[in-house]
């Protein structure tokens, strides 16, 4: 299937493309602040984001593999982005997201996270999906509990450099 527009009440929610990259690369993927937790290292040129857009755009008709943009339906400006992919180590579907600062603490990831999981559990038939993150990442951490996940237990994981590991929390949602 197709990554296809979903939308919420304040963000549309659409695949990236390498167009964005500019746009990406200067709202959050060179923001120290928002690359600190995440599994993607902090990108020092514009050049790195358009390398993991085109593997977005590669990705696009996967069906184990669906991220989207979002973009704030006020102002038409892209902040962020999250999405849903096959997990083997847990056998599920794993929910990942991120946002540039200035939105941070709005309620936006929680919106769009809302409507992913409707596309995941009624769309692809999803019934069970994890989520984690790292234990001083508290945003995530009041996102994750909000969408309805349950604690499962204490984790880790790494960056996909290898330079950064951290200690999660792990969560399960059913549906």
Same mark, same amino acid.
């Given at each position: 299937?197709?990554?296809?527009?979903?939308?919420?009440?304040?963000?549309?929610?659409?695949?990236?493309? +390498?167009?964005?990259? =500019?746009?990406?690369?200067?709202?959050?993927?060179?923001?120290?602040? +928002?690359?600190?937790?995440?599994?993607?290292?902090?990108?020092?040129?514009?050049?790195?984001?358009?390398?993991?857009?085109?593997?977005? =755009? =590669?990705?696009?008709?996967?069906?184990?593999?669906?991220?989207?943009?979002? +973009?704030?339906?006020?102002?038409n400006e892209l902040i962020g982005s999250g999405g849903i992919f096959f997990?083997?180590?847990?056998?599920?579907?794993?929910?990942?997201?991120?946002?540039?600062?200035?939105?941070?603490?709005?309620?936006?990831?929680?919106?769009?996270?809302?409507?992913?999981?409707?596309?995941?559990?009624?769309?692809i038939n999803i019934k069970k999906f994890f989520s984690a993150h790292?234990?001083?990442?508290?945003?995530?951490?009041?996102?994750? =509990?909000?969408?309805?996940?349950?604690?499962?237990?204490?984790?880790?994981?790494?960056?996909?450099?290898?330079?950064?590991?951290?200690?999660?929390?792990?969560?399960?949602?059913? +549906?």
């Amino acid at each position: 299937m197709t990554t296809p527009i979903i939308e919420s009440q304040r963000i549309l929610l659409r695949p990236l493309s +390498v167009e964005d990259a =500019e746009t990406i690369f200067r709202n959050w993927t060179s923001d120290e602040e +928002v690359a600190k937790y995440m599994r993607w290292d902090l990108h020092e040129k514009v050049e790195e984001t358009k390398e993991w857009l085109k593997m977005e =755009e =590669e990705n696009i008709l996967r069906e184990d593999n669906y991220t989207w943009g979002f +973009v704030l339906k006020e102002t038409n400006e892209l902040i962020g982005s999250g999405g849903i992919f096959f997990n083997d180590t847990h056998g599920c579907f794993e929910l990942g997201y991120n946002i540039m600062k200035k939105y941070w603490g709005k309620g936006l990831v929680t919106e769009a996270s809302r409507e992913i999981l409707k596309f995941g559990e009624r769309e692809i038939n999803i019934k069970k999906f994890f989520s984690a993150h790292a234990i001083e990442n508290i945003g995530s951490k009041r996102v994750i =509990e909000k969408l309805g996940f349950k604690y499962l237990k204490d984790g880790e994981y790494e960056s996909f450099s290898g330079k950064k590991k951290y200690v999660t929390r792990d969560y399960i949602l059913e +549906v």
